[in-house]
């Protein structure tokens, strides 16, 4: 029952695709979970000192080969806290019962959320969990709702004036989700301190989103929308060689 939602699930989000912003879906009350983590074999490992959340999420910045490159489809445990740090659990039923299941993966992540607390996210930037992270479209949607009533390359501050959220755009979710690039800022993060994060739209080259290091490097990052086909393209240019 667990792999027949998990697939039903999938095939009715065929625009769980690369950019778009990841599902989370909360488990029907008849699903039996808390009897497939019991009786997993890892089910010690999966529980450990409790259960805060268990979802199905789709996977940012991943492809599943065998759906046709839609997002990757898991369920994700999250873990109650233990020495400061909380521990997501990522599990995905096999198509021929328990012994064709994935492999167990989790991260661990500080106690307070990923999204309000930036400097413990910067600093552990491939640490963020997939399915908080943004994709490009995700990323041009949040920069296009701040940059709406703003003018032309007009740069807007992300670090202050604070929503519900914590913040404008908690960019360092899209930071994470760029692949080769997103390894260089992870050790980048780690060494230096994100001191300013601003934003700006040019009506040639797309929205902009510009990151400060306490170096006095910089990273520009652009995503430009093509007029005519919609397609996103992200830009990305380091001041550092």
Request: charged share 25%; aromatic share 10%; hydrophobic share 35%.
């Amino acid at each position: 029952m667990m792999r027949a939602w998990l697939n039903e699930v999938a095939a009715a989000n065929p625009q769980q695709r690369d950019g778009a912003a990841p599902m989370r879906v909360e488990p029907p009350a008849d699903l039996p979970w808390m009897e497939y983590v019991a009786k997993h074999k890892e089910a010690d490992r999966i529980v450990g000192d409790g259960l805060v959340s268990f979802s199905l999420c789709f996977i940012a910045g991943t492809r599943d080969p065998n759906r046709n490159g839609q997002m990757r489809l898991d369920y994700v445990v999250e873990k109650m806290p233990r020495d400061g740090a909380t521990e997501h659990v990522y599990l995905h039923p096999g198509p021929k019962g328990p012994r064709s299941d994935a492999k167990v993966r989790s991260v661990s992540a500080p106690a307070d959320s990923w999204v309000s607390d930036k400097d413990a996210a910067l600093r552990n930037l491939l640490g963020i969990p997939q399915h908080l992270r943004y994709g490009k479209r995700q990323a041009w949607a949040s920069l296009n709702r701040i940059l709406q009533d703003v003018p032309a390359q007009t740069q807007v501050e992300l670090t202050v004036g604070a929503t519900e959220d914590g913040e404008l755009f908690p960019y360092w979710l899209w930071l994470t989700n760029l692949g080769e690039v997103s390894r260089d800022l992870h050790v980048r993060c780690y060494t230096y301190a994100v001191v300013k994060a601003t934003c700006e739209w040019h009506p040639v080259s797309g929205v902009w989103l510009h990151v400060h290091y306490d170096d006095g490097n910089h990273i520009d990052l652009g995503i430009y929308r093509d007029p005519r086909y919609g397609k996103l393209t992200v830009y990305t240019t380091p001041s550092w060689s």
